[in-house]
């Protein structure tokens, strides 16, 4: 899988080239304050595509969080996307300060992937998960239980970046996309799990332990 221990995400190196020779180009030409801004934004772009190493929680029955951020709703929904069917909920924010890499919360593999163009309202709205770009991804684990990622892109964010193809299986904590400049990330899981946050409550990506399924 992509970005495997790298620093930075391959995606923002582009970013961070055209800054950084913004930078060096305005000051050798005697702008040093416009050099200073480029500086301080290629600085703010290498933070922003930092790809830390995270410790995923041990057990098959236990779900990582699928990104950094702050819930904003954990409760029953209808996932419309595959099951269509009421299942537990879990919504993560991504702000522009969060880690953006988005991790796989379970071993399984990618049984389906649906992407939906939309809009990029922002992504704490309430219809944003149904009216905003996004892209549904299906987990099946080992048992048969069935995990639903959305990667959902929001009022900045213009661009969904997902890893893995149908039928490729994945560890838990693993690596399987971004989403550029603020976002969110929606997990959906069998109705009878235990879901162990509460809204409001951060979390880390491959690490935060947000639910339990039932063996």
Known sequence: MKNESVPIVKEGIPFLAVTLIAAV?????GLWPVGVV?????LYIAF???????LPPVG???VAAPADGTIIFVGDAVENEFSRE????????????????NRAPVDGTVRDMRYHRGRFMAAFEEHAPEENERNHILFETAKGQRIIVVQIAGLVARRIVCYPTIGTFLLKGQRMGLIRFGSRCDIYLP??????VKTGE???GGETIVASLTP
Do not use: C, Q, Y
């Not at 009421?86 to 890499?101: A, G």
């Not at 109705?191 to 162990?196: D, N, Q, R």
């Open 48 to 54: 922003f595509f930092r790809n830390p190493e995270r």
């Open 60 to 62: 098959l029955s236990v």
């Open 202 to 204: 951060k979390v880390l």
């Open 191 to 196: 109705k009878s799990s235990e879901v162990l």
């Open 38 to 42: 480029f500086f301080l934004i290629t």
């Open 86 to 101: 009421e299942m537990r909920k879990v919504s993560i924010f991504m702000s522009l300060w969060d880690v953006h890499v």
């Open 25 to 29: 180009a305005f000051t050798t030409g």
